[in-house]
């Protein structure tokens, strides 16, 4: 086996598994969870892979000495959801299951890409460089951020840090979402609002020194996200914790406007209140700093905002939204 996916089935994981395949590779171990999830099963299904494992199956047969060793391994299976509240669920499926599966990769020699998350900068205070000293400084706003920023810590503190690669994703958008529920991107959530209605909906701003739809976010097109993901597992000489973002905020209007281009109609922008669960522990501006993984000597380009919201409108929501 040359490559095991965890979270195969899910956003970045089956662009990930898509680009495998591109270039000839189909022995790959999926893990995911499944179970009645039929829109993350479309996912699967669209990608050549040699074997499937449900993720608890998975995490037992690791545990017991049962799983092939392949030559690496990108771990982008996590709860993603930033408004779970139940912290020992986190701390273990995504802290330590990610721990487990590290710990296995540096005893067997196996090349280590891991799901970090641009969650992990809080309220971006502290800025959003992927400098490692500054790291142990970050204040996530919520349990997702904390589920990840504790794994990073782990492998900083422990020194795994120098041997494998960790991506901080900033907001990833793009096909292979459809599952995701509330969590999928606006584009994603709002793109038939758009074209059968022409309008959409954004949160009004709470804070008096940003006007309503300039919150602002690195938006990063999943597909670019995942060609960066597989760069790192191609170089195993390059390790640490990495940002992955575009390295330009754009507004929500941004955002708004582009969709409107792509689907071709003018824009109308309806501003409504923030959920209270939100207030509090929305980030209202990211930017990946980028220089870190580009000195490394990753030329993956990344799309613009508006390249990548035409090309996931024409490719994937005008057929199966």
């Known amino acids: 086996m040359k490559t095991i996916v965890t979270g195969g089935a899910g956003l970045i994981g089956s662009n990930v598994a ?4 591109a ?22 299904d669209a990608v050549r892979h040699s074997a499937y494992m449900e993720r608890d199956e998975f995490r037992e047969a690791l545990r ?25 669920f986190l701390d273990d499926n995504n802290t330590a299951y990610t721990r487990e599966l590290c710990e296995w ?10 799901a970090s998350s641009a969650a992990t900068y809080g309220d971006g205070s502290r800025g ?16 997702y951020g904390w589920s990840k920023q504790k794994f990073d810590l782990w492998s900083l503190s422990t020194g795994a840090s120098k ?63 995942a ?6 597992g191609e170089h195993p000489d390059v390790c640490g914790i990495f940002n992955c973002g575009t390295g330009h905020a754009r507004t929500w209007l941004d955002l708004a406007r582009a969709l409107f281009a792509a689907v071709g109609r003018e824009p109308r922008v309806d501003f409504v209140e923030m959920p209270a669960k939100l207030k509090g522990k929305y980030q209202y501006h990211t930017e990946a700093r980028m220089e870190k993984l580009r000195a ?4 993956v380009p990344f799309r613009s905002l508006e390249d990548a919201v035409a090309d996931y409108v024409s490719t994937h929501l005008s057929r199966f939204a």
């Not at 898509?18 to 395949?21: P, S």
């Not at 020699?109 to 891991?114: P, S």
Request: proline residues 3%.
């Open 18 to 21: 898509r680009i495998l395949n």
């Open 23 to 44: 270039r000839g590779d189909s022995d790959i171990l999926v893990v995911d969870h499944l179970r009645g999830d039929a829109l993350k099963r479309r996912n699967l």
């Open 64 to 88: 017991a000495g049962r799983v092939e060793v392949p030559r690496v391994v990108y771990h982008l299976g996590a709860c993603s959801s930033t408004t779970e509240t139940d912290e020992d």
């Open 105 to 114: 990769c540096l005893a067997h020699g196996v090349r280590f890409v891991y």
């Open 128 to 143: 959003y460089s992927d400098d490692e000293a500054g790291i142990p400084e970050l204040r996530p706003l919520n349990l």
């Open 163 to 225: 041997h494998i690669a960790g991506l901080k994703y900033f907001n990833v958008f793009g096909p292979g979402e459809d599952h995701k529920g509330d969590m999928r991107s606006v584009v994603a959530k709002q793109y038939a609002t758009v074209r059968d209605e022409g309008r959409i909906a954004l949160f009004k701003s709470d804070r008096p020194d940003c006007a309503d739809g300039c919150q602002d976010r690195d938006f990063v097109y999943v597909k670019d996200a």
């Open 227 to 232: 060609a960066v993901t597989v760069w790192l």
């Open 296 to 299: 490394a000597g990753c030329d």
